[in-house]
């Protein structure tokens, strides 16, 4: 059965509320139970509690490490690391826990969190960038030469693990592949998917390969696609205007709307708008504020799982940290409200030796078309005084990506029956039977740089 998540936005009844705040998940499921049988519930009621009865067992597959699991894990990746300094991190919003039946717990991404968010953390560790001044060498480049272009040969892999697979049933697959964007031309795009993969458009928001199987023994699904990205450099402060991806799909009313529960415009966030905007009416000059506050004011922070947080801009404007996505859905929802129209895009960093999953934005004016803007790389560069690679951000993007997704909580063209295990996104691959969905935790994704070539 699918969820309405767009119910989010509704409080939870008294009790209900206190016993999820209380971690008391026992007695939360029955006080589902009983309002759910109760004739005179609201269908938008029935669909709110429906969805919190998921999320109970969502929280309870993530929040697993106790204190002092939490702190070994630390120690183990971060030189001298203590009890004391885990006691202060997580007095400063650091860390993320959950009560679980009277026990706080932490989620296994604890070590990696502190990691990302602090360079001086990160120094403790043995855990080198994959490229050192990569980065740093595209901006030159493309700075001088206005231009760049850089094709790639992926293979995506997600197998399911021994534990979670049951011999004799049919499986369902959703791989992320490339889909057609501003920046990766559709005519460039390829993809080589097994006989029996049903290869969505690729025009689709959210571009996967298909495949349903019977399977007997435990083999992988596995997707190859090539595709070409392609860069213009521009300072939207000192250039002409013109329009930089002139292919760019048009502005649309989705640009400007709320797309609840996440893109919601809030009391408080239409509040923090009108105090970011200020007296300024231009649409580059609003993005760019917009920009600022969430590169200065919102601390990077890896997150749990998305469908454990319930409101996702206002998540990171109340608590002021949040991962690549959480800071570019604050930062599309700032821009909505002041009247410029912003998007999404996500999918793979494609490195030479690693991926990784990554997220960011685009908005527009009538100057320069439609811009991009990465607000997380963009607030680790102000957070290491690269003003340069802060502002460059700001406008311009990186090739070293694979977008796949260019809408934020989208169907698939070939849609699941159960509920996905990211219902927003889709980076790691879906997976169901037809009796059951999966979690990520039941299957391992692996992404594999085959080719690299600098094009121009």
Known sequence: MRLNFESLVYDLPEDVLRAELAGDFDRERRLIERRLADARLSDGMRDRLLVERELIDRRLRRYV??????????QKRIRDFTEEEFDRLEDDGCMDSFYINGERKYLSSAAGTLIHMFPTIAARTDEAEDEPGRLDAYIDEITKNGESAYRYRVRSEVRIKPAAFVPGETYLAHLPIPAACAQQPAGDIAVFADADGDVAPVTAFQRAVCYRRKMDENRPFAVEYEFTSRLKYVNPFVDEPHIVYPDALPVCADDLAEQLPHISFTP??????????????????????????????????????????ERHAEFAALNLKGDCGIQAILFITLCRLMGVPARWQSGLTVETKTTGNHDWAQFYTDEFGWLFADPSYGGGAYRRGDERRWNFYFGNLDPF??????????EFDMPKAFERFDPYDNQDGEIETETRGLDNTDYDTVNTTLAYQKLK
């Open 65 to 74: 490490l106790t204190r002092a699991e939490a702190i070994a894990a630390c």
């Open 268 to 309: 408080y966030l239409k509040r923090l708008a009108q105090e970011i905007a200020g007296d300024e009416t231009r649409p580059l000059y609003l993005a760019r504020r917009a920009y600022d506050y969430v590169t200065r004011s919102v601390r990077y922070s890896f997150m749990r799982s998305y469908i454990l947080i």
């Open 401 to 410: 990506r694979m977008i796949a997704n260019r809408r934020y909580q989208t």
